[in-house]
């Protein structure tokens, strides 16, 4: 395979569409031995080892809730409130304050999206604290390190 065709593959593409336009231009049946060769291929690490463990997974989920939802909730209850404000206290907000709110709300709650899985302890032994201050800087600067790898290996 060239090197600018694998430049031009995706990072998390699968091997199998690599391999589907060589399987179509040869009409050719496989031989034993290339047959052979291929089901020796074993991806690089088990569905297991690439997996987050359950107890992380679950720390992930209850953080996203907290950090999402609630901002979320304050979004909808925004358009009620002013809504109410209207019809039984005659209080017209002007529609761009009320839209700015509302989509302050919601812009904090797609953050806390981030923040809620960056925040949490990767480790399954380890908790963290209730705002995982601490948590989300470490695992930031894990991913910003696998970004720049990854960056440097496609260059």
Known sequence: MSAESERS????EPNKKRQKP??????QPETKQESGKQDHK???FTKQEIAIPQV???RMIRRVAGFSGIPTALGISSLIVSYLLLIYAGIKLPPIAV??????????GVLGI???VLSASWDEDRVGS???WNEF???FGRMVAVWRETRQKNV
């Open 9 to 12: 593959r995706l990072p998390f």
């Open 114 to 116: 981030t923040y809620g």
């Open 56 to 58: 992380v997974s679950q």
């Open 42 to 44: 074993k991806p690089p």
């Open 130 to 132: 209730l705002l995982g």
């Open 22 to 27: 060589a399987k179509a231009k040869s009409a």
């Open 99 to 108: 839209l700015l709110v509302n989509m302050g709300f919601f812009g904090l």
């Open 137 to 139: 800087t470490t695992n």
